[in-house]
């Protein structure tokens, strides 16, 4: 079953002599479940694709249809209800919350659209993310391996349709990348979720289902490994 369709993406900074096309009419779609890897230069376009994919930058023209829905035609306000609900998104840098502790920044994405936390599902997340007795520290009191598995933990938490990881094992050694990845590949089995992972790794890269390879802002390669 489709889960996401990218229909002739183009993003255009600056005008005239200033005009970089960061995309350059990307176009594939997504079944539920997939796991894909996307892949390319500094500056092919990757985060920007992403940032689309996830309602945090608009288009400069094409569509993106999540579950059917043309995420472009909302609103603000449902935008950003799009992003609380359907995207789960991870990034290098983790962007926990300093003052709150595991819990409370696992928990954000449910708080902040005034719903109730599910109990049994934040202790599942806790446990499957191997961070029992860790859940009151605060970011600080934590490696960088364990902060990721906390931004990991939130992006699951509101049961996403997509999770979109930016460089997610960047920042961390060879020994926590593969740990992070091991929990991303969990996640993809053990709650059917749908993730695209942009990353300069070729082993992680390689562990996906597919891989998209993005040049110059178009896609020079898409090619399935395993189904």
Known sequence: MEILRVENLCKIYGKGDNEVRALDG???????????SIIGPSGSGKSTLLHIIGGVDKP???????DGQNVYTKNDEQLAIFRRRQVGLIYQFYNLIPVLNVVENISLPVLMDG????????????TTLRLDGREKHLPNQLSGGQQQRVSIGRALMNAPAI???????????SKNSQEIVELLKLSNKKYGQTLIIITHDENIALQAGRIISIE???????EVLRK
């Not at 990307?26 to 894909?36: M, R, Y």
């Not at 400069?60 to 999540?66: I, N, R």
């Not at 109730?116 to 599902?121: L, T």
Request: avoid cysteine; proline fraction near 2%.
């Open 60 to 66: 400069t023209s094409g569509a993106v249809y999540m």
């Open 115 to 126: 719903r109730e936390v599910n109990k049994e599902r934040l202790s599942e997340l806790i």
């Open 26 to 36: 990307v176009s594939f779609s997504v079944e539920k479940g997939e796991f894909i």
């Open 163 to 173: 999770v979109l990881a930016d460089e997610p094992t960047g920042n961390l050694d």
């Open 216 to 222: 110059d802002g178009r896609i020079a390669r898409d």
